[in-house]
């Protein structure tokens, strides 16, 4: 393995760390702190009886500065690890599952660390940190002749178009997460509401956000794949399934868009259809490996 790419795996191994401390310590600061009070009553026997009980309460600051400043980490990591097997690749790193993954986690927690400095919510850390570091499980799982520079298969050379379809893909998704990420938290609050989670209200604002944010880079995923695919196959739409999952996933965000604009829909229901479309995205994104297609090469990502 070349320096350089060692390098890039030596950061994004940096990263993968930085990820979990950071999602764990937003978990511990979303969930609050436990208070245990003992209470003692006095029997009209003249016997004594303890009682127990627990209830949550909010978390100390700190503790979501910690997960913060490891997500800030993360995405530094991340994306010098990108930075510096670009430079050893000598073309754009978006060429394999190894490489494409490694950018939807440095997308990813950028989308979050921006959401959390317009929101001022780390709360939602505990979600979208989570996604980010089950994705960083995925990459290490991969195939380790992956982390080497190979040579690009003749399907993906296709120049700029491939470095703006698939990385408007990767922007979609990592948004969009974000949007997965409120959903959760939404569902919690207003079913619940613990004192410790921001308001239902602002999850549904956030959730809306991100999808207004992402869903343009999904339909761009699809107008630029169109394209590619007709100078590549010789057509503009062949029902591939990786095509249509993601026509699918467009369709159900398209219907969150959609009812909640024109028919005023708020809420659980749409926090239904983000997760319901979230669920379409994962489909998406590892669906060539269960049904192949003219997607598939081999664990390459078009």
């Given at each position: 393995?070349?320096?350089?790419?060692?390098?890039?795996?030596?950061?994004?191994?940096?990263?993968?760390?930085?990820?979990?401390?950071?999602?764990?310590?937003?978990?511990?600061?979303?969930?609050?702190?436990?208070?245990?009070?003992?209470?003692?009553?006095?029997?009209s026997a003249g016997?004594?009886?303890?009682?127990?009980?627990?209830?949550?309460?909010?978390?100390?600051?700190?503790?979501?500065?910690?997960?913060?400043?490891?997500?800030?980490?993360?995405?530094?990591?991340?994306?010098?690890?990108?930075?510096?097997?670009?430079?050893?690749?000598?073309?754009?790193?978006?060429?394999?599952?190894?490489?494409?993954?490694?950018?939807?986690?440095?997308?990813?927690?950028?989308?979050?660390?921006?959401?959390?400095?317009?929101?001022?919510?780390?709360?939602?850390?505990?979600?979208?940190?989570?996604?980010a570091g089950l994705?960083?499980?995925?990459?290490?799982?991969?195939?380790?002749?992956?982390?080497?520079?190979?040579?690009?298969?003749?399907?993906?050379?296709?120049?700029?178009?491939?470095?703006?379809?698939?990385?408007?893909?990767?922007?979609?998704?990592?948004?969009?997460?974000?949007?997965?990420?409120?959903?959760?938290?939404?569902?919690?609050?207003?079913?619940?509401?613990?004192?410790?989670?921001?308001?239902?209200?602002?999850?549904?604002?956030?959730?809306?956000?991100?999808?207004?944010?992402?869903?343009?880079?999904?339909?761009?995923?699809?107008?630029?794949?169109?394209?590619?695919?007709?100078?590549?196959?010789?057509?503009?739409?062949?029902?591939?399934?990786?095509?249509?999952?993601?026509?699918?996933?467009?369709?159900v965000y398209a219907?969150?868009?959609?009812?909640?604009?024109?028919?005023?829909?708020?809420?659980?229901?749409?926090?239904?259809?983000?997760?319901?479309?979230?669920?379409?995205?994962?489909?998406?994104?590892?669906?060539?490996?269960?049904?192949?297609?003219?997607?598939?090469?081999?664990?390459?990502?078009?």
């Open positions: 393995m070349d320096g350089l790419v060692r390098f890039s795996f030596y950061l994004f191994a940096a990263s993968s760390m930085a990820i979990w401390v950071s999602a764990i310590a937003y978990i511990a600061y979303a969930v609050g702190r436990v208070r245990v009070q003992r209470q003692t009553m006095v029997t016997s004594t009886v303890t009682s127990m009980s627990a209830e949550f309460g909010p978390s100390v600051q700190g503790v979501g500065r910690i997960g913060t400043m490891m997500a800030v980490f993360g995405a530094l990591f991340a994306g010098f690890a990108i930075l510096t097997r670009a430079i050893a690749a000598e073309h754009i790193v978006l060429s394999n599952m190894y490489e494409y993954s490694l950018v939807f986690i440095f997308f990813t927690t950028s989308a979050y660390l921006v959401f959390e400095r317009i929101y001022g919510v780390r709360q939602l850390g505990a979600i979208v940190m989570t996604v994705m960083t499980l995925y990459v290490w799982s991969l195939p380790s002749d992956m982390r080497e520079i190979n040579p690009v298969v003749p399907a993906l050379q296709a120049g700029p178009i491939m470095a703006f379809h698939v990385g408007s893909a990767n922007l979609a998704y990592s948004v969009l997460s974000v949007s997965f990420g409120a959903a959760v938290l939404f569902l919690i609050a207003d079913r619940w509401a613990p004192r410790w989670l921001p308001s239902a209200e602002m999850l549904d604002d956030i959730a809306f956000r991100a999808v207004t944010v992402g869903f343009p880079f999904l339909s761009l995923m699809l107008i630029l794949g169109s394209v590619w695919a007709h100078d590549a196959w010789g057509t503009y739409w062949s029902w591939d399934p990786k095509e249509t999952a993601a026509l699918f996933a467009w369709l219907v969150y868009l959609h009812t909640r604009t024109l028919r005023g829909w708020r809420g659980r229901r749409s926090a239904y259809i983000l997760l319901f479309g979230f669920a379409s995205l994962i489909f998406t994104y590892y669906g060539n490996y269960f049904f192949g297609g003219l997607h598939a090469y081999g664990g390459v990502k078009m």
